[in-house]
């Protein structure tokens, strides 16, 4: 199969127009990892904050070309907040889907191993628009805890200089 030939369906790749739903997505489900609970200290006080935070992540991983990110899509079902523990404020863009509308309601991502030869393969030239780019700043990062943070940042720069 070519890799770059995706299946049709409701299954494609991600661009930079999904970021404010796949935020909501992973505030949803990452709601119950470990981790989140470890960094995400202030999260009740503050879920917009990781809305922002992973809406500035999912936009950096878009934009990555040595990164896949993937998409499914299936009915909107308008009690989906009620389904997690999470708390999902309003949609910071304002859309908000109609029952059984087409929405995005899971994604996978994939990082490339270094030299590959599929690496921006798997991009949307149209995610690059710098009025798109400067809307994912990260938010105020008040959900975080400050000592915590400062140790994934390090474990993340550690892991990206191997």
């Known amino acids: 199969m070519d890799p770059t030939a995706l299946p049709s369906g409701n299954l494609r790749l991600a661009t930079i127009t999904d970021v404010h739903r796949l935020s909501r997505i992973a505030t949803a489900s990452l709601f ?9 200290k202030y999260y009740h006080q503050y879920p917009e ?4 935070s992973y809406m500035k992540l999912v936009a950096d ?5 040595e990164s896949i990110l993937l998409v499914v899509e ?9 389904k997690t523990g999470a708390t999902i404020p309003p949609n910071v863009n304002g859309q908000n ?16 191993p270094p030299g590959s030869k599929y690496v921006g393969h ?18 105020p990062g008040r959900d975080k805890s400050a000592s ?7 474990l993340a720069l550690q892991e990206k200089e191997k």
């Open 32 to 40: 119950y990892s470990p981790a989140f609970a470890w960094e995400r």
């Open 97 to 112: 889907p109609q029952p059984g509308e087409s929405v995005i309601v899971g994604f996978v991502a994939w990082k490339l």
């Open 148 to 154: 915590l943070s400062e140790a994934v940042q390090k």
């Open 122 to 139: 798997f991009m949307n030239t149209e995610d690059f628009d710098a009025e798109s780019l400067s809307q994912f700043d990260g938010g």
């Open 61 to 65: 991983f878009i934009q990555d070309p």
């Open 74 to 82: 299936d009915s909107y079902q308008p009690d989906e907040n009620i």
């Open 49 to 52: 904050d990781t809305i922002k």
